[in-house]
């Protein structure tokens, strides 16, 4: 793909059934988390709040809080959570995803 900065491989659960662990993510990295977020769209996050640091695959949405916004999870079992955007170090726009189907 064009105007990618690079792919990796998802960890974790918190996208499925979109995305399972060990599928590949591409990804365009975002200069300015603070005024650069299409809403509604999928992201590699990297959020440090309060001493404490997540790496998250998440939709990202508009909060009812000022300042905020709400990272949602496809997986109903993760709730849905809220950090101010100034907690956002950094984000990557997922592009598009690589299935990976096998069988052992």
């Known amino acids: 793909m064009s105007d990618c900065d690079g792919a990796l491989f998802v960890v974790g659960d918190g996208m499925q059934p979109?995305?399972?662990?060990?599928?590949i993510v591409v990804?365009?990295?975002?200069?300015?988390?603070?005024f650069n977020i299409i809403w509604g769209e999928m992201y590699l996050i990297y959020v440090y709040n309060d001493g404490n640091e997540f790496f998250l695959t998440r939709f990202l949405m508009k909060s009812e809080r000022e300042s905020y916004v709400r990272f949602v999870s496809q997986n109903p079992s993760?709730?849905?959570l809220e950090f101010p955007v100034s907690s956002i170090k950094a984000l990557a726009l997922v592009k598009a995803s690589v299935k990976i189907n096998s069988q052992f």
């Open 78 to 80: 993760h709730q849905t």
């Open 27 to 34: 990804y365009k990295k975002t200069n300015n988390p603070a």
């Open 18 to 23: 979109i995305l399972r662990s060990g599928d």
